[in-house]
């Protein structure tokens, strides 16, 4: 799962952070093509064009979401990407 930053009891999270949240919840309910941005934006409790304002559509929302859940594995660090690696083994 995705690692949210620590925010204080009172802090409200970003437009951003809420985007992703509930892009997460609702990938992993729906899977990516039943998915739907309206349904997004409901659970974000944001406007859908919000979401534009941070992503140019799901796809792009897709990866950065697939991009924070990498991070933690430490796959940032690799020089070579995993098909390089794999390949020339």
């Known amino acids: 799962m995705a690692q949210w930053p ?3 009891p009172d802090a ?11 892009a997460l919840d609702e990938f992993a309910e729906r899977g990516f ?7 997004v934006a409901r659970r974000a409790d944001v406007a859908k064009g919000t ?4 992503f140019a ?4 929302l897709f990866e950065e979401l697939v991009r924070m859940e990498l991070r933690p ?6 020089r070579t990407s995993p098909t390089q690696r794999f390949h020339s083994a």
């Open 33 to 39: 093509a039943a998915t739907r941005l309206d349904d």
């Open 12 to 22: 409200a999270p970003s437009a951003r952070d809420a985007i992703l949240a509930a």
């Open 6 to 8: 620590e925010l204080a």
């Open 57 to 60: 559509d799901k796809e792009t």
């Open 73 to 78: 594995c430490g796959l940032r660090r690799w």
């Open 51 to 54: 979401i534009y304002l941070h």
